[in-house]
Each structure stands twice: as C-alpha cells, then as structure tokens.
C-alpha cells in the first residue's frame, strides 16, 4: 500500500502553446496537503504561464488538471478561489486609498461587514503571526504589510493551495524570515504552497519538494533540502552557474554625478519628500542605494533621470556641469543612460519592437543620420543586444510585450550598456530575472564600472547589492544615511537602517518597525 496522501493538485500532461513558442509542453506535476514545492526554472521557462492556467487566467490546449482527486476544469479565478486556491502575485493588487479590511472584503461574496472582516482579519493575523490593523489605510503600510494583506485576504476564503510568485523580491531580509514562519505554520495546518522564486537559499531553507522546468518542459525534481544552490542551478540553466569577478575600486575616479543638498515634494499624493539628498557617484565605482520600496526611490529616480526637473541647477551635477534645470533628453546627450523600474510603458513600449525600442534611447548611435533612420544600423545595433545579452525571442521585429520579463529585462539592460554611457542609473537590474540571467547582467555592470563607467544601482536585493557595489548608502522616507563602503558593513546592518534607524537618524524613523512590520 502505498503511504503517500492523495495529491491535492495534479497536472497531467498540461500543454499551452502561443503562436511563437511552445510555453508549456506536455508538464506533470503534484503538489501534496500541507507541501511547500518550489517551481524553479529560468525566465521564459514557462512558470508563470503553468501557475495562471491553475489559477484559472489561462486555459491549457490540452492536458487534465485534477483537484482532490477529481478533474476540474479552472473556468476563472473566480472558480479558483472558491475551491480554495489564492495566488499573491509579484506585484499586489490592493487599493491604497482603502483599509486593509476594505481591500479584504472586496475579494468576499457577498456584502460581509466591515467589522466583521476586521475581527476575522485580527483572529486569522494572530494565529499566523502576522499582525495587522484592519483600520489602517493600505497606502500607510510597508511593503511587508500590504503583502500580509494580500497572504490575509487568500486565508479569509478557506484556503487549501496559496500560490507565490517572487514573494521576497521587494521584502527586507528581516521581514522574509517573518514571512517564512508564517509559510511554514500555513503547511504545518495542512495548506499546500507552491513557491516561485528565483532565490535557490530560500528555497533550500524552505522547501519540501522542487519541479524543474526549462524550455516548457519538466527536466528534473529534488528535494532541495538535499541539494547545493549549486546543483539545483545546474538543473535549471543546464551548465555551472558563473560567479561574479569583482575587484576593489579605487574610489578616486572624476565626479560624475554628484547630488548636492537635492529636496523634492512628492508629485503623488502617497510619495515621499525628498529631504537634503547629497551623494558623489565617481568614475569607475558602482554606489548602491537599498531601501523598502516607497521610502522615496521613485522621486529620486526621477529627479536624476531628468524626468522631473529641479529648480535648483547645482542640485544635480553631471559631469561637473549643474543640470538640475535639464530635461532627460539633455542629460542623455551629456552621457547618462536610465534603465528605470517599470519595464513595460517606462522602459519599453509593448506594441512595438524591440528594434524600435532600441531607436527610442540609442538613437545616438548611428542610428540617424540628417533627420532619416538607418534600419540596418538599428536592425543591426538590435541583434548585437539580442546576442550578447541572451535575450529569448523571435528577433529585432519582436514585440517586447510578447518577451517574458526577464528576457525583455536582459534587453533593456543590454541596450542601455551597449551605448558605453559615463553614468548608467538602473532601478532594480535583476528583478524577475533567472539566476543565471542574474550573474550576467551584474557581471555586465561590474565590466561597464571597470571600463570607467560610474553606476547608480537601487535595489532591494541586499545580496545584489552586497556582491556588485563599492559603496553603498539606504535611502528612508526621503533621506539618505551615511555612505558605507560594502566590505565595511554587512546585511544585518543595512536592513536596520533600511527602516530609518541610522545613527543620528531618530527623525526618520516612523513610529512602527518597519522592518518586521509589527504594528503597535
């Protein structure tokens, strides 16, 4: 007799395919009550297109899907949640001008009342540890919080299988360890989790099972409790995964960027003032800035970019020059190249192509000549970035809406590098991006900072920032701490000060841990 409990979600040979690539191709996999099983692979590997198709957003082309033992046909989300599955998704989907027990009850049948959410909310937060005010405003809370919030609303519909994608990308290391023990107690209670996250320590500290896809199809399985980071990255990208090779810098290259006294109101109604913001960014050196997303990153990148301007010319100086006064389009002729955050509307334009996308900010590059376009230089330029920076798609006439994140990333990365800036800003280089993808591109930086670049890296990934930066500073509620140089200070200390508590900072720190998240 065979002792192993009936799997609460099974694929039978799941296939989906597009019009330019095979996503999913012929996939099996279960997951078991009270599992946590990791879904590992590389971008365009074909995670995300197998979890929407269990969470009902897309119908598979063939294949079964069995819940509790019985076939099931996943109409919608909707169907999804009534037979207990939640999905937290990279990038929530609450509403900052509610309360977190408003945006909990938006996702409840019926009209329930608001005091009552809140009190199931305060009964379901203690036992999982996780605490949360009902009657606080979701625009007030940290990013750790709303993604409670988000865990919150799935466990207030009977949940048996939570899906999560990417759950620490935006989390302090502090509040992923709160956010492990809360996983832990859900599977401990018999709810299944499967896991997405391109973070193989974390999936070795806190996974049961692993399934391996690559290229749509499963190529292996591993209990990763019992696996290097190393094999498990061998299974996924099919090779060694490389290392970065980072010398010590001199830290006495020219200034190139240089913010001096720089303060800025907030253009949303929920951003941050910037508040007497001054850094050196010197020739040849990669400067970190971590911090908990919403702490005034946006507004900073803006005013350096030249996507707002200053009324304060010396605010900015690039190159010795002020430029608070200058549009992006001058800063970019002065040699600063910007790869910002959002990678589709911002960085890209969906419907066109990538050749086209490259024209968009490397014109400069031969790619007009007396007002006219030379396509083979941009049809030309384009390849070379598809080439040298493994980007997965159909060619230069690709939509970038039709890459998957990590490939359009890659793209991104490529065509701002290959335009050899003096100073290259990049928000969140490596987000979404497999871990061999990772290397490369952090490589990529390390080789344009030795080759005299000076980089601006804002990340919220301390261990990228710790493995690429010279120096690094964090940025809360506006205002910078002190520059540390990244071999004088460590993870622990930086994800303390990412919550405002640097020495001489008592100012910036809000009246809640904003570390842990707890709420008082």
Request: glycine share 8%; proline share 5%; aromatic share 4%.
């Amino acid at each position: 007799m065979d002792p192993r409990p009936q799997p609460r979600l099974e694929l039978r040979a799941i296939r989906k395919a597009y019009p330019a690539v095979v996503a999913n191709d012929g996939i099996d996999l279960d997951v078991l009550p009270g599992e946590i099983h990791a879904l590992l692979g590389e971008n365009g590997a074909g995670k995300s297109t197998l979890m929407k198709i269990v969470y009902g957003v897309v119908q598979p082309d063939s294949g079964e899907l069995l819940w509790e033992g019985a076939p099931v046909r996943m109409a919608s989300p909707a169907h999804a949640r009534e037979l207990g599955i939640g999905m937290v998704f990279q990038h929530f989907s609450l509403f900052e001008t509610l309360t977190v027990a408003q945006n909990v009850a938006l996702a409840l049948p019926g009209k329930p009342s608001l005091d009552d959410v809140a009190r199931r909310i305060e009964a379901i937060a203690q036992r999982y540890g996780m605490p949360v005010d009902p009657r606080a405003h979701v625009h007030s809370l940290s990013i750790g919080e709303r993604q409670r919030v988000e865990i919150l609303r799935c466990l207030l519909q009977d949940l048996k299988l939570l899906i999560m994608d990417e759950p620490t990308s935006v989390l302090t290391p502090q509040a992923a360890t709160a956010l492990f023990a809360t996983l832990r107690q859900l599977a401990a209670d018999g709810c299944s989790i499967l896991y997405i996250s391109h973070k193989l320590d974390e999936i070795k500290a806190l996974c049961h099972r692993a399934t391996v896809l690559r290229a749509g199809r499963v190529t292996g399985a591993c209990d990763p409790r019992q696996e290097s980071t190393a094999a498990m990255a061998r299974m996924m990208i099919g090779r060694d995964l490389p290392t970065c090779q980072h010398a010590s810098s001199s830290g006495e290259g020219e200034p190139r960027l240089e913010a001096c006294g720089l303060s800025l109101a907030r253009s949303e109604p929920f951003g941050t003032d910037l508040r007497d913001v001054s850094f050196t960014l010197r020739a040849g050196e990669i400067l970190g800035i971590a911090g908990i997303s919403g702490n005034g990153q946006q507004e900073l990148l803006a005013a350096l970019s030249g996507e707002r301007t200053l009324a304060d010319d010396a605010a900015i100086r690039l190159c010795g020059r002020p430029c608070g006064r200058a549009g992006a389009a001058a800063r970019r002729r002065a040699g600063l190249c910007f790869v910002p955050e959002e990678r589709l509307g911002r960085a890209a334009i969906p419907s066109m192509s990538l050749a086209d996308n490259a024209l968009l900010t490397a014109h400069r590059e031969g790619m007009v000549v007396n007002g006219l376009l030379r396509s083979q230089v941009i049809d030309a330029f384009t390849r070379r970035c598809i080439d040298a920076f493994d980007v997965r798609c159909g060619g230069p006439a690709a939509e970038a809406k039709s890459l998957s994140g990590g490939n359009l990333q890659k793209f991104i990365m490529g065509r701002e590098i290959l335009q050899r800036p003096k100073v290259l800003i990049a928000a969140q280089p490596t987000w979404g991006v497999d871990v061999g993808s990772s290397v490369f591109i952090r490589q990529a930086l390390i080789d344009l900072r030795n080759a005299g670049t000076a980089v601006l890296v804002v990340s919220e990934e301390l261990e990228e920032l710790f493995e690429i930066c010279d120096r690094l500073v964090v940025i809360a509620k506006g205002r910078l701490s002190p520059v540390r140089a990244a071999a004088e200070t460590n993870v622990e200390e930086i994800g303390t000060w990412m919550s405002g508590l640097w020495p001489d900072a008592a100012d910036v720190a809000e009246p809640r841990d904003r570390v842990a998240g707890h709420a008082h």
